[in-house]
């Protein structure tokens, strides 16, 4: 049987229980700089992607080929949203993860060998984060191909 707080040398409990503070304050360290990022994510591409709305349609009549970039860009800065938000629940699970194991272990009601983290304890955000990225990442290309292939077709 594993041992609680209670049963192990008060040096061993300490330094356990520093690593599962450092955990906690690790992961909400996360979460701010991540809500922070997003706050600045949503407000920079709002503006970039009005400016650039602006600035293409905006020329000419013959600019209206530069709709279907913009439709993918605008996945793309949908998606990279929705990532980042995905990965602020992921902070979020470990950061009540590592909360809720060191009060357990702190209270004598969590032994050691289960004072670690969980393996996949955000799974869903996590999944939501991944593929968020890779829509992200695929519609930029998508969006600039299609921008240059229709430029040239249309616009020359």
């Not at 905006?58 to 929705?82: E, M």
């Not at 955000?122 to 999944?127: E, M, V």
Request: positive net charge.
């Amino acid at each position: 049987m594993a041992p609680y707080r209670k049963d192990m040398e008060e040096e061993t409990a300490i330094a356990i229980a520093n690593e599962l503070r450092s955990q906690t304050k690790q992961t909400f360290d996360k979460i701010v700089e991540t809500d922070w990022r997003l706050t600045q994510h949503n407000f920079l591409v709002n503006a970039g992607g009005s400016a650039a709305a602006l600035a293409y349609l905006g020329t000419s009549a013959g600019s209206k080929f530069a709709v279907w970039s913009l439709l993918c860009f605008l996945v793309g800065v949908i998606a990279s949203g929705v990532e980042i938000r995905a990965l602020l629940a992921v902070y979020n699970g470990l950061h009540n993860d590592a909360l809720n194991r060191l009060s357990g272990f702190m209270n004598n009601q969590l032994p050691l060998e289960k004072a670690v983290p969980i393996a996949k304890i955000t799974k869903i955000p996590s999944r939501v984060n991944h593929w968020s990225g890779w829509v992200a990442q695929i519609s930029f290309v998508l969006g600039v191909v299609t921008g240059l292939k229709l430029f040239l077709s249309c616009g020359s």
